[in-house]
């Protein structure tokens, strides 16, 4: 069984940067194209950014040039840099698995942007 426990999530002002974190149990992390999705108040959850075994990523349009994906196959660790945040930002972050055509889901960790 997959599980998935993010980290790093909070409250900062607008222009300010956070640090996500998404360990993942399992020993064939390095198989599996990891993401990360949010959801606002209210609205649907959508998709930050990914990047696969190969290590190429991909964003949504709203966070290009200022989140950056990466991941660590030696700690099964995927995280995101989140800088100039933006009041926008503010939702539930959570991380995201597909291995072997199964997706796994993390809890979610909040993160709240201040204007």
């Known amino acids: 069984q997959v599980q998935l426990v993010e980290s790093g999530g909070g409250l900062v002002q607008a222009g300010g940067s956070l640090r996500l974190s998404c360990a993942a149990s399992?020993?064939?992390?390095?198989?599996?194209?990891m993401g990360w999705y949010r959801q606002a108040p209210g609205k649907q959850r959508e998709l930050v950014a990914t990047?696969?075994?190969?290590?190429?990523?991909n964003y949504a349009d709203s966070v290009k040039g200022r989140f950056t994906i990466s991941r660590d196959n030696a700690k099964n660790t995927v995280y995101l840099q989140m800088n100039s945040l933006k009041p926008e930002d503010t939702g539930v972050y959570y991380c995201h698995q597909r291995l072997f055509s199964n997706d796994h889901w993390g809890q979610g960790t909040q993160v709240t942007v201040s204007s």
């Open positions: 399992g020993s064939i992390f390095r198989l599996a194209t």
């Open positions: 990047i696969t075994s190969g290590g190429n990523t």
